[in-house]
């Protein structure tokens, strides 16, 4: 079909240059149909900072990839989105979620416009298999970080028991994983690690090591000074949670980041909000962080099927939350697209609406007036603008809930 179709243009182009060189023109019919697309987007402000685009466009899409994003551009759809007053950026990457908990899971933040997920740390070795079979079906990008304690998230502390960080049992379950596992989820906090953190930290990077594998640390509230758990980190590896409140948080008490803060973001390593529910974030730490300039990577939510209900709610309501800081909309918007994507290799060619791309694509309202958010204390601000999601076209075909 291509080769027919190239061909047929050659022998158009030529003969046109025939028709010029004695001024017979060429039949217009032929010239001149109407593009046909299988969806449009039109008329939305279309925020792609991995173009450094923010402007009002409409986005083409054919074959389930990017075709067109230009101004007024010419053409039918057999599927239109009407995106006017909108904003249209690439499909959301949540890099901290417990999407794989529940089936639902990956409908329900697709409808929040999130087309990319990584489950962190639901399961560990024992269990693994259940989160690998719901990110396995699910209908976007998902991938699966597997918990060092063999046992998953626990009540008691996934590694309070030291034996539960078992490095065989890891290895066993990623190498029947290997193509869904992306990484090796590490909690650190004194109930869940105790003064074991350290030497979990120290297993995770072996069992990580041994695949080429990223490691996730689940940071504040440890034992062990944030340097000293910092110093296993290296490119690639993500710190989530960092906002959370002390003790051992990346600012000090007088408003100044930690150097090893400082010198892990030199070497590589990630800086992720994880906005959960308990102990990971509380607005004077944000504010002190903020102010210092140590301004996230990205966003993520730490979503789970209780997440509307919580200060969470979606990832565009965690997005909202430092507009109040000085952070933009297209900052915003970057932390949740393209620097997403950079963190895992499945996300390669997402969070871009480069012509070409597959064609994820979240239609974002951005509503002005009074809204609360919420952090992890009860703690309340208020800001004046936050974005609702709106639509979701996944691999160019849009959602309907
Ligand atoms: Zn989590």
């Known amino acids: 079909m291509k080769g027919t179709a190239t061909m047929n243009r050659r022998q158009f182009l030529s003969a046109a240059a025939a028709g010029a060189a004695t001024f017979v023109r060429p039949r217009p019919a032929a010239a001149v149909q109407a593009p046909r697309y299988d969806l449009m987007i039109r008329g939305g402000r279309v925020i792609d900072p991995s173009l450094r685009l923010d402007a009002i466009r409409d986005v083409a899409i054919i074959g389930g990839r990017i075709a067109v994003v230009e101004a007024n551009l010419a053409g039918e759809a057999v599927d239109v989105i009407d995106a006017r007053g909108k904003l249209v950026v690439p499909g959301l990457i949540d890099i901290h979620t417990h999407t794989g908990r529940s089936a639902d ?23 693994i298999a259940d989160v690998v079979a719901i990110a396995r079906a699910a209908p ?93 980190l290296k490119r690639g590896d993500v710190v989530t949670h960092m906002f959370a409140p002390p003790p051992n948080s990346i600012v000090d008490d007088g408003g100044v980041i930690l150097p090893a803060v400082l010198a892990a973001r030199r070497r590589g390593v990630w800086f992720d909000v994880g906005n959960g529910q308990t102990g990971h974030m509380r607005w004077d730490t944000i504010g002190a962080i903020m102010k210092a300039g140590f301004w996230p990577d990205t966003f993520s939510t730490d979503w789970n099927t209780n ?68 952090d992890n204390y009860k703690g309340t601000i208020s800001g004046s603008q936050r974005l609702f999601p709106s639509a979701t076209v996944l691999g160019g075909k849009q959602i309907r809930a």
């Open 307 to 374: 997440s509307p209900t919580t200060g969470v709610i979606d990832l565009p309501n965690c997005m909202s939350k430092l507009f109040g800081y000085g952070m933009t909309v297209s900052e915003a918007v970057a932390c949740a697209t393209v620097n997403a994507a950079r963190t895992f290799p499945v996300f390669n060619d997402r969070g871009t609406l480069n012509v070409g791309a597959p064609a994820d694509v979240a239609v974002l309202e951005l509503r002005q007036g009074r809204f609360e958010f919420l």
């Open 105 to 127: 899971g990956p409908g329900l933040v697709l409808r929040d416009g999130v087309t990319g997920w990584i489950d962190a740390g639901s399961q560990g070795a024992d269990h």
């Open 140 to 232: 976007q990008q998902a991938r699966v970080l597997i918990n060092i304690g063999r046992a998953g998230i626990l009540p008691d502390g996934d590694t309070m028991n030291l034996a539960r960080a078992d490095v065989a049992a890891a290895r066993a379950a990623i190498q029947s994983h290997r193509d869904f596992i992306a990484g090796v989820k590490v909690r650190l906090s004194r109930e869940v690690a105790g003064a074991n953190d350290y030497e979990v930290l120290r297993r995770s990077r072996e069992v990580a090591d041994g695949f080429g594998l990223p490691v996730m640390i689940h940071m504040g509230q440890t034992i062990s000074p944030l340097p000293r758990l910092l110093d296993l």
